[in-house]
């Protein structure tokens, strides 16, 4: 049973304007945005419309205290057009995952990906035609009660808004590892998708850059050497035969990247673990020459190679000429997105107009 939705039209649409063969990430917006909001323990007022400021009072409490969530996700088009989601179910449970830890009320999955799929198909013109180009999809949560004094709020607003986007991070990538500033730890809220995880994670980022780094390696807050993320992706080492990535021990974003990697890797028979890292065993093998690849995934830049990193005043250089793994896996997922390589693990659902307009 499809749901109706209100829904008000451009003037006039942007499409025109935009170049996409130069597309700065996260400026241009497609015309239309979904929006739903949580009032009195219900969602109402669904309504698909022209992307425009929200009306905001001072007193909102997401400004204040922090309720505030999101999604990142992407659509691709085949090549006869269909605009296509990739793994969207995965998306809807951990918006609610996240919601759950930030005492914010869940969305029905069903409504979720019914506005994901509505808007994505209302707007697949935008969906740039080159490989590793996409439509970016953001969903987002944030508190609206006007209330100082910290609580839960009762009320809420879900939005989606989407964007076109070039390739991401073409460039190999430099990393800080350092045990001074920590982004998450168990027990907080570093599984979560929420606003404050980046807040936090900026000082240190300035830090890395002044030193000549792009991004942090983010270590364990408790022992101070065990490697969580890289940035805001998530991370793998090849060292000799082996690929491993931190295991998901609460303090660690689970990356539905990061699970697609794993799941080509280990179909097509690699070694492949889930454990703790040490950064020691990392710079011991940088030593010897068994570290071979060191790699971030995310759904933005689906996989990011490094060339370096720093711990404690020594660098350790990579040369990504010579990766196999990480290369093979961005191939891939690009390829499964693009239509030119067999979806063998049904991850692409086609996106659909599911709203009744009214
Ligand atoms: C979103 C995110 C990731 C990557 O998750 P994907 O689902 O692969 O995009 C990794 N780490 C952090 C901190 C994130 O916010």
């Not at 606003?195 to 900026?202: F, K, R």
Request: with cysteine; glycine share 6%.
């Amino acid at each position: 049973m499809s749901i109706k939705v209100k829904f008000s039209e451009v003037q006039q649409s942007n499409l025109s304007k935009v170049d996409f063969d130069n597309l700065p990430f996260g400026k241009t917006f497609t015309d239309y945005m979904f929006e739903i909001d949580y009032i009195s323990g219900e969602w109402v007022n669904p309504s698909v419309k022209p992307v425009q400021m929200l009306d905001i009072h001072p007193g909102n409490m997401a400004w204040h205290y922090g309720q505030s969530i999101f999604e990142g996700m992407k659509a691709t088009k085949s090549k006869d057009g269909v605009p296509l989601l990739f793994r969207p179910d995965l998306h809807a449970k951990r918006l609610n995952k996240s919601a759950r830890r930030m005492c914010m009320p869940e969305i029905p999955e069903q409504m979720f990906l019914d506005a994901v799929h509505t808007l994505v198909n209302l707007e697949r013109a935008w969906i740039p035609p080159h490989k590793g180009s996409a439509m970016y999809i953001r969903p987002f949560m944030f508190a609206t009660d006007n209330t100082i004094g910290v609580r839960a709020s009762d009320n809420y607003k879900f939005i989606i808004f989407t964007m076109p986007v070039g390739p991401y991070y073409n460039h190999p990538v430099s990393l800080w590892a350092q045990d001074e500033y920590f982004r998450a730890v168990v027990g907080g809220v570093g599984e979560a998708k929420t606003a404050g995880n980046y807040a936090a994670s900026l000082y240190p980022a300035a830090m890395a850059k002044k030193l000549g780094y792009d991004q942090v390696m983010w270590l364990d807050a408790v022992h101070k050497r065990y490697v969580q993320e890289v940035g805001t992706m998530n991370i793998f080492f090849v060292v000799d035969d082996e690929i491993c990535t931190p295991n998901l021990d609460g303090a660690i974003l689970a990356g539905i990247t990061r699970d697609s990697v794993l799941k080509i890797y280990r179909e097509k028979g690699y070694r492949v673990s889930e454990r703790p890292v040490d950064i020691h065993e990392i710079v011991d093998a940088a030593k010897s020459g068994s570290l071979k690849e060191i790699f971030g995934t995310g759904t933005a830049a689906v996989v990011a190679n490094v060339n370096k990193f720093m711990y404690k005043d020594e660098e350790f250089l990579l040369d990504p000429k010579n990766y196999n793994y990480s290369v093979e896996a961005k191939e891939i997922i690009n390829s499964i997105r693009e239509g030119s390589h067999e979806d063998t693990f049904n991850w692409l659902v086609p996106a659909e107009c599911k709203f009744e307009w009214i």
